[in-house]
């Protein structure tokens, strides 16, 4: 089975700027979770989809960060502009729909803003 | 989002030895406890999860106790590997309504020196 593909690996823009990273959920998964991971910290949840809909978005900073998942499937996270606060690596997961079984995460990608 | 304490933050152990994480949480409808392993540059990969109707639950070297009335959990690694040198999370979850939105403790550093 496939895991969780996301892209790209690594990010270095300057503060101001704007980025966009691209998530591929595992096929069948019908749940996607974006999480932002601080160096030293867990990761935090910034938003849930259900196929296209968002289920919670409650701890995006929706003043620089949007988020959609196109067609139930792909998902992209954008921010715009960034901070310097906004270095993180951002996670990918997924998981069946109502069920935490399976629920996988990608290898993130490494924002640095400098 | 209710935290989850985790402690200790950074463990050394010696190849053979009991390596040993605690967590604490707050939240009485958190219902699904995973435990995470992460290694540099990759995503959290589910070790093993219990949920409150069990005290214990045990998979190969990888062992959790549940204490309902403490609210605590811990993560028991048997005759510890030079291979279980990662970062360590615990996480909670309530799974009201299929959502499964993961928060995560700050991590524990496990070092298994020969």
């Known amino acids: 089975e496939a895991g969780v593909a996301q892209s790209p690996r690594y990010k270095i823009i300057e503060k101001r700027q704007s980025v966009a990273f691209w998530c591929n959920p595992i096929?069948?998964?019908?749940?996607l979770y974006w999480y932002q991971q601080i160096l030293g910290q867990g990761p935090k949840l910034l938003i849930q989809?259900?196929?296209?809909?968002?289920?919670?978005d409650s701890q995006l900073p929706k003043d620089r960060f949007s988020a959609e998942r196109l067609k139930g499937v792909d998902s992209t996270l954008k921010i715009q502009p960034a901070k310097l606060e906004d270095s993180a690596v951002y996670l990918c997961?997924?998981?069946?729909?109502?069920?935490?079984?399976?629920?996988?995460f990608g290898s993130g990608t490494r924002l640095t803003v400098v | 989002q209710q935290q989850v304490k985790q402690s200790p933050q950074s463990l050394i152990v010696q190849k053979g030895g009991i390596s040993i994480i605690n967590c604490a949480y707050e939240?009485?409808?958190?219902?699904?406890f995973p435990w995470y392993q992460q290694f540099p540059g990759k995503g959290p990969a589910l070790l093993i999860a219990?949920?409150?109707?069990?005290s214990e639950k045990k998979e190969g070297r990888f062992t959790i106790s549940f204490n309902k009335s403490a609210k605590q959990f811990s993560l028991h690694i048997m005759d510890s590997q030079p291979g279980d040198s990662a970062t360590y999370f615990c996480?909670?979850?309530?799974?009201?309504?299929?959502?499964?939105?993961?928060?995560f403790g700050k991590g524990t550093k496990l070092s298994v020196i020969p």
């Open positions: 997961a997924s998981s069946l729909m109502g069920s935490g079984y399976g629920y996988t």
């Open positions: 996480a909670a979850s309530s799974s009201g309504a299929g959502s499964y939105q993961l928060t």
């Open positions: 939240n009485t409808a958190f219902d699904y």
């Open positions: 219990i949920r409150p109707d069990v």
């Open positions: 096929s069948g998964h019908a749940t």
């Open positions: 989809f259900q196929n296209n809909g968002v289920v919670d």
